[in-house]
Every structure is written in C-alpha cells, then in structure tokens.
C-alpha cells in the first residue's frame, strides 16, 4: 500500500509520536545501560575487557546490519519491517531481564542490535513518505525532541528503580516504549510504496560488518597494550577489509553502500557530523557511569538524574532547529551545534576533579546533549533531501549507520583513552612519591581487587587508597578524564568547520 500522511488526511502528530518512540529505543536502550554498567557488571561479575564490548555490542550489530535493513524496508515494506523490529526488541529486552551471567547477556545485547537495526532509518524514511517535504524539517525537530524529553526522564527514573528493585529493570524501559510505539504505528503511519525486484548486497553487508567489528576489537586490545597481536591483528585486518569494501562496492551494480552517494559534498559532512555526535555521546554516557560512581559516589539515580535538568529547554531548541533549517539552510544549525557539543566536552574537561560539585556536571551533561540533537536535525534533513522517490529507507539508513558506527566506537574508545591517561596520571603520581611502577600497578591492582570483593562499593575507598602506597586515585582518574575530554573535544571542531566551509549557503530546491 503506498501513502503520504500529508497527503491521505492522517494525522501528522500520531504519526511523529509513533515513529519518535521507536527511534528514542536505539538511543534510550544503550543510554540508560551505560549509565548503569558498573552495577550490572558487578552484579554478573563482568570481567574488564568485555565491560566496552557489552556497552557497544547491540550498536555494532546495528552498524554492521543498518545498510540491510534500508534496503529490505524498501523491498518488503517501511512500516512492516519497523513493526517486526519493535515486537524483536521487546521480546529480546525481556529475555535479558533473566540473564544468569554476563555471556547470556551479551548474546542478548547481539541479538536485540538486529531489533533496533529496523528501529535506527526506518522512523526517519517513513517520515519522508508521511509528511510534506515543506513540513519535514519541522516534523524532524519534533521527533528530535520527544526523544530528547525521553533521554532526560527516563535516566533518573532508571536509576532510582535500579537502586531500588535491583539492575533487571534497566532492560524493562526499551519494551514499554516499544509496545506504544506499536499501536500508533499500526493505527496511523501509512506504509511505504514497495520497490520490487531490489538486490540485496549481502556480501558488501558482511564486509562492513566484519570490517567495524575488527576496528572494535582491535581498540578495545589496546586497552591491554599496543604492540599486543590482539591490537594491531584486528586493526591491520581491518584495514585490509576496508579497501576490499570499497573495491567489493565498485563491482556490484547495487551495493550495499553506495560510493555514488558520496559525490555529494552536504551530505558527506553530514556523516561525518553524526559519526560525530553518536560517538561523542555514547562515549560520554559510559565515561560518566564510571567516574559517576568510582570517583564521585553518585548513586545510579544520582547519575541519572544529571539529565533531566534542561530537558524543556533542549525539546524546544531542536523544535526551533527544525524551523530554522527550513527557513533557512542546515548549514547555520550543524555548524551551531557542534560547536555547542565541543564547549560541553571543554567544559567537562576544565571541571572535572575528585572533589567538583555535581552541579558542575550539569550544564556540561546539558550542552553536550543539546549539541547533539540540533546538529541531528540538520543532519537528518540533509540526509533525506537527497533520497530519491522510492529510495529512503536506503539513504537513511546509511545515515543510521554512520551514527551507529560511532556510536559502537564511543565507548571502546573513550575507555581506551581513560585508561591510557589515568595510567600515565598514577605513574607519575608514584613517580612523584618516589615509588617504582611495579610497586605502584600492584597498588593498583589492589585497590581494583578489593573494589571487586565489596559489592556494596564501587567507589574508590579512601582508606583502600590510603593502603595503596598513598596513590591519589581519584584525583589521577578524575584527571585522566580531563584529558579525555579535551581530546575527544577537537573532534566537533573539526567537523564544524569543515560544514562552515563546505556546506552550501543558498536553500536548495528540497524534495
């Protein structure tokens, strides 16, 4: 069946609800499990180097099945292909609510990714079909910010039932939300027309795939050392399968990512923009869990609750985002939100420290958050203005894979370079007290192992500290953090300018 909302008398605002529900899944799902990974972890005893892995892993397989999914939305049907995603994510969701050990539920997190691969470009290609291209950008800012408001709820509210019924709830909030997004999806979003006899590109879907998982992997090694097999393995093989991906895509008549695609300079900045902001975030929420509650003893609630405040005032800002851009270009509103992402990551970095006052942590938390969703509307728009007729599950889903993939490469790589900065800080903390580097990793390593045998403590315990041959901890992990963020920072500076420079000035006919 083919229809447009604008144009068969549906009602626009069910129609945004319903398809903004099961978008905010992809974001409210990781989010509130980084944010309470460090009690999950403890409580199914998840061993260090898989702590990253679990954070991304139903990212990944989005990133790696994203290209798929637009692809089947347009041969099978948009609104079909969305409705089976919500019932797989629900039902996966409640399964990992009985997770006996973490590699039940890591197959979970695997497993639930293929769920919300058809939850990530689909909402927005049905948006295409179901509103009026003059409608559309405001329709984007409306969608953006139902999620936004969701993003700033539903943490705290995660949080206080994990410290009061126990970590199981976080994976009971996903199915909720699922199940809403069912009626008003089946009730009022009319289907997409369906293209017959698409070719699906399964060995290019396959190349992508493996080729992030070994990027993943690899990062996630160099936890445990560069020059490790288990680094440099994984990222040499990446490499190779990149160039075969981009080799694999100029054989086929229709690849799975389409080189062509990228001729088009907006909308190559506006990948980049929402590798961007996926990465910055994902890597933010799992940054914050751990110095949250190591360093600062946040209470999961207490967590949770840093993103509530604001929350009205970013809805209404990406509502103004979405009229902005259709007034004007998306160019202004990318360019104004990256640079809103990266004075959040500076701010965070010019505060952080084991005594800060929580408050501080707020407008950080607030910016970031704000960046992200402004920069996304643009984005999204520039992505679906240059989907043609019959094709918009397949463009957008190339944009979900970019932010997937950034995303699944957020918290490996923040991690990495928490880890890496908070030993150099306790290196030269024990340098500084005149104590050998094997002395100090034992001290370390001690404060680690008694932190694992007090499952009432997640925090760095001052007398335990004070065992520890004296190492401050917290203060070199709250400065390994500093330096963290500021590195991570010059990403959306980058990216901005190169939307200053390089993204059209002038509206451009919009379809």
């Known amino acids: 069946m083919s229809g447009v909302g604008a144009r068969t008398g549906a009602t626009p605002l069910p129609i945004i609800l ?9 974001v409210v799902d990781p989010l509130v499990l980084s944010l309470n990974l460090p009690q999950v972890s403890q409580a199914l ?8 892995l679990l954070g991304g892993a139903a990212t990944l397989v989005m990133a790696a099945s994203v290209l798929a999914a637009g692809r089947i939305g347009d041969a099978v049907g948009l609104k079909r292909l969305l409705m089976l995603g919500l019932a797989v994510v629900t039902v996966v969701d409640l399964l990992s609510t009985l997770s006996p050990g973490y590699g039940f539920l890591l197959a979970m997190r695997f497993l639930i990714g293929l769920g919300m691969t058809a939850l990530l470009g689909v909402p927005l290609a049905l948006l295409k079909v179901s509103v009026a291209p003059e409608k559309r950008p405001v329709a984007i800012g409306v969608l953006m910010a139902v999620y936004v408001v969701l993003c700033g709820v539903i943490p705290p509210f995660t949080g206080w039932a994990v ?10 909030i996903a199915p909720v939300l699922c199940l809403v ?22 060995a290019g879907v396959v190349l992508i795939g493996v080729t992030l998982l070994a990027f993943v992997v690899g990062l996630a090694e160099a936890q445990n050392g560069v020059t490790r097999p288990g680094t440099w393995g994984p990222l040499a093989g990446g490499t190779v399968l990149a160039v075969l991906c981009v080799l694999h895509a100029r054989r086929v008549p229709e690849p799975a990512l389409d080189p062509a695609l990228f001729r088009s300079t907006p909308f190559t900045v506006a990948l980049a923009a929402t590798l961007t902001l996926n990465f910055l975030c994902a890597g933010l929420g799992i940054v914050l869990g751990q110095f949250g509650s ?13 993103y509530l405040p604001g929350t009205v005032l970013i809805a209404g800002a990406v509502v103004l985002a979405g009229r902005l851009v259709e007034k004007y270009t998306p160019r202004p509103v990318m360019v104004t939100g ?20 929580v408050w501080l942590l707020v407008p950080a938390i ?42 699944a490469l957020g918290p490996t790589v923040y991690l990495l370079l928490l880890n890496l900065f908070f030993r150099r800080e306790w290196l030269a903390d024990a340098e500084s007290r005149g104590l050998s580097a094997t002395r100090a ?24 500290l004070r065992q520890a041959s004296g190492l401050d901890l917290g203060l070199d992990f709250a400065d390994g953090l500093r330096l963290t963020m500021l590195t991570v920072s010059v990403l959306p500076l980058v990216v901005a300018a190169a939307a200053f420079w390089m993204m059209p000035r002038r509206e451009k006919h919009r379809t």
């Open 163 to 172: 410290a009061a019924v126990g970590w199981r709830v976080v994976f009971l």
């Open 338 to 357: 990256l640079l809103v992402m990266a004075t959040g990551g500076l701010l965070m970095a010019g505060t952080a420290g084991p005594g800060m006052a």
């Open 18 to 26: 319903g398809l903004a529900l099961a978008f905010a899944v992809t």
């Open 294 to 306: 190591r360093v600062l003893s946040l209470s999961p609630e207490s967590i949770g609750l840093l």
């Open 366 to 407: 607030w910016l970031s958050n704000l960046g992200a969703v402004v920069t996304s509307a643009s984005v999204s728009e520039t992505v679906l203005s240059q989907a043609p007729p019959g094709h918009s599950g397949t463009v957008a889903s190339v944009q979900m894979a970019f932010a997937v993939t950034g995303a």
């Open 45 to 52: 005893h998840v061993p260090p180097q898989v702590v990253g």
């Open 181 to 202: 997004s069912l009626g008003l999806t089946a009730r009022y979003v009319p289907e997409s027309p369906v293209q017959q006899g698409r070719r699906l590109d399964m």
């Open 441 to 464: 990793e034992r001290a370390v390593d001690a404060v680690r192992s008694g932190m694992a045998q007090s499952p009432g403590s997640t925090v760095y315990d001052p007398n335990l």
